[in-house]
């Protein structure tokens, strides 16, 4: 059923009718998947197709053939020695097999999503965090290297007993389906791991499970964060919060009828659980437009013909992605769109109204966490939708405003409107083991319970929860907190500006200077001195405003669409450094910045001229506070 969402007085009427653990009888995702396919077993599940054409290929699974899919892949990994406490990574592009992975791996025992974009290294090294024993990837394909990636990690994990891989053939039309195989690429295999055929080996498998769940709430999942530090990260689901996620969205936002359009990576939380989780909870209906998603060519052109194509009611997406769309004209029927649901990063006010004013639907708001197994609080569908906000925090979600100090402890409970740290508890908080490795946990928590989130944000009198920037993004300027969120919302009224980014960059007087890096709207042009005034003008606190301005023709971003700071920071702080010891006369360059688990972003140097000493370098970058090291 579909509860009344409209303010928080019905949050609070929907947990005043029985406690959570009454909500749903499903034990594990894929018993709850066994449920949708009893009353909804004929209903398309997912449609994926390779290129994005509104008349291009495509094939659609049922939830009786995805059901007994997941099922032949779980009987396929147990098969292969997995149990319960092993782990199955994947490292691939969207696909109707990336999907069936994610949920057998959850069946048979605990599934590790890989950002397929990160460098091999990382790859590496979040196989080996996670003691991945399966690794699923993509067969050798043109025009993109996952498969070499997979292999060459592989190669550097030696917990990796089998690579299964994933071929994209069977997507495809004559005459690619004819040419794809002639132009197959190569690859080198340095590991050991025996290696298999995805669809082939899953023929040979039972329709059903070969094998009981467990039934005790066991972890499910590995999510890993961020994305290109290098610095595995990895936060840990159970099946009570997957399960949990796709209770809320069936029962507050849609329907066994509705279709969503889900151009986002299954790596990634956002489309596994509040789309995916949802969608399948509901027993509605998922469309997967290319491998790459929105990156995919001609996703963006063809979007407005797919949602024809399909009746999309509900679109996902990202606000980097919902600005591109409306660079583009609405140039099909899209009469069944309800509404978009957009995550992710915070929504400009300006792109939201353009939004609404060009497709005629609202985007719906929301907040979510991979490390609380996403969702946390989503703008009421009913009611009113204050733009800017990240909603109402969701039923049986706890969400607190704390000023806590550096020990952890709490110094003050936040009044309504007062900012402080966004405290979370739902059924999606592992307590206690939010992450793999223990020591990533101490200090995470309050009264052994809420979650930091390490978001700033403060609640309404109405309830409605409020993001005003990361507590670790602020800038601090002296003795002066800076929130970067207000130089990036004066900076994004500019009609020239697509995207922007403001960062701390270090300076030797006041520890961190704001600094801005934009990106332009396709076709604009803009100097930077007409940017810097502008802020002078539009940036509400005058220490905010930016010392240092860049026009770049990308920003760096995340597979999901964030703007990713870490690269900002880097490219900061190797110009500072640089300008530094140039301006000193000391030979020695800034080369890289490395994420260092301890000390963070560490510059690394190289000498220009081999006379230079350490102290030489001391005194000039020892005014700053961000370490150095000589590169290796």
């Not at 969701?394 to 709490?410: F, M, S, W």
């Amino acid at each position: 059923m579909n509860y009344p969402f409209a303010n928080a007085g019905d949050v609070k009427a929907i947990e005043r009718e029985m406690p959570l653990s009454e909500r749903w009888t499903a034990k594990t995702v894929f018993q709850q998947l066994s449920q949708t396919r009893d009353a909804h077993g004929d209903r398309p599940a997912v449609s994926f197709q390779l290129k994005s054409g509104p008349k291009d290929k495509n094939i659609t699974l049922n939830y009786n053939d995805l059901t007994a899919r997941v099922a032949q892949a779980a009987n396929l990994f147990r098969s292969l020695g997995v149990g319960p406490d092993d782990v199955v990574a994947y490292l691939l592009p969207t696909s109707h097999e990336t999907l069936i992975t994610m949920l057998g791996g959850m069946t048979a025992g605990i599934v590790a999503p890989i950002n397929p974009t990160l460098s091999q290294e990382h790859i590496s090294a979040l196989l080996k965090e996670v003691n991945a024993k399966v690794l699923v990837t993509m067969r050798p394909f043109p025009k993109t290297d996952v498969a070499q990636l997979a292999h060459a990690a592989a190669a550097e994990a030696d917990c990796v007993k089998t690579v299964i891989e994933v071929d994209l053939l069977p997507h495809l039309s004559p005459p690619l389906a004819w040419i794809v195989p002639l132009i197959r690429p190569k690859v080198e295999i340095r590991h050991s791991a025996n290696v298999i055929e995805f669809n082939a080996a899953l023929d040979g498998q039972n329709t059903s499970l070969d094998f009981a769940e467990r039934d005790d709430d066991p972890i499910c999942a590995y999510f890993h964060t961020g994305g290109t530090t290098g610095m595995p990260k990895v936060s840990q689901h159970r099946h009570s919060g997957a399960i949990y996620n796709g209770w809320l969205g069936a029962n507050l936002l849609m329907d066994e009828n509705d279709v969503v359009i889900c151009p986002m990576p299954l790596f990634h939380v956002f489309a596994a659980y509040p789309a995916w989780l949802v969608i399948m909870t509901a027993g509605a209906h998922m469309v997967m437009p290319t491998p790459a998603g929105y990156r995919g060519d001609g996703v963006f052109d063809n979007f407005w013909k797919l949602v024809e194509r399909y009746k999309g009611t509900f679109i996902i997406t990202v606000p980097t992605a919902a600005a591109a769309l409306m660079q583009r004209k609405v140039n099909a029927d899209i009469s069944t769109l309800k509404s978009a649901f957009c995550g992710s990063a915070p929504l400009p006010v300006e792109l939201f109204n353009k939004f609404q004013e060009t497709t005629g639907v609202s985007i719906v708001e929301g907040y979510g966490m991979t490390e609380a197994t996403c969702l946390i609080s989503c703008n009421p569908p009913d009611g009113e939708h204050k733009i800017g906000s990240v909603g109402l925090p969701l039923p049986y979600t706890e969400v607190r405003i704390l000023h806590i100090d550096a020990k952890g402890q709490v110094s003050k409970e936040c009044d309504v409107g007062q900012t402080g740290e966004v405290c979370v508890y739902n059924a999606g908080v592992v307590v206690g083991a939010t992450y793999t490795d223990p020591a990533k946990n101490k200090m995470l928590y309050v009264d052994d319970k809420y979650m930091r989130t390490g978001d700033l944000g403060y609640l309404d009198a109405e309830g409605y929860l409020w993001l005003t920037g990361r507590s670790k993004d602020v800038i601090m300027r002296g003795g002066h907190n800076i929130d970067p969120a207000i130089i990036e919302e004066a900076l994004a009224g500019h009609p020239a500006v697509g995207f922007a980014g403001a960062i701390g960059q270090p300076d030797s007087y006041s520890g961190e200077l704001p600094c801005a890096y934009v990106e332009l709207v396709e076709g604009a042009e803009v100097t930077v001195e007409e940017l810097i005034e502008f802020a002078r003008e539009h940036v509400s606190d005058p220490a905010a405003c930016p010392k240092y301005l860049e026009i770049l023709p990308e920003l760096p971003k995340t597979a999901v669409g964030k703007v990713f700071k870490p690269d900002l920071r880097r490219s900061a702080i190797t110009r500072v450094y640089n300008a530094a010891l140039k301006d000193a006369g000391v030979g020695a360059e800034v080369t890289r910045v490395d994420e260092d688990k301890k000390l963070g972003l560490v510059a690394k140097l190289s000498k220009t001229n081999t006379d230079v000493s350490d102290d030489a370098v001391r005194g000039i970058l020892g005014k700053f506070i961000r370490p150095w090291a000589w590169a290796d």
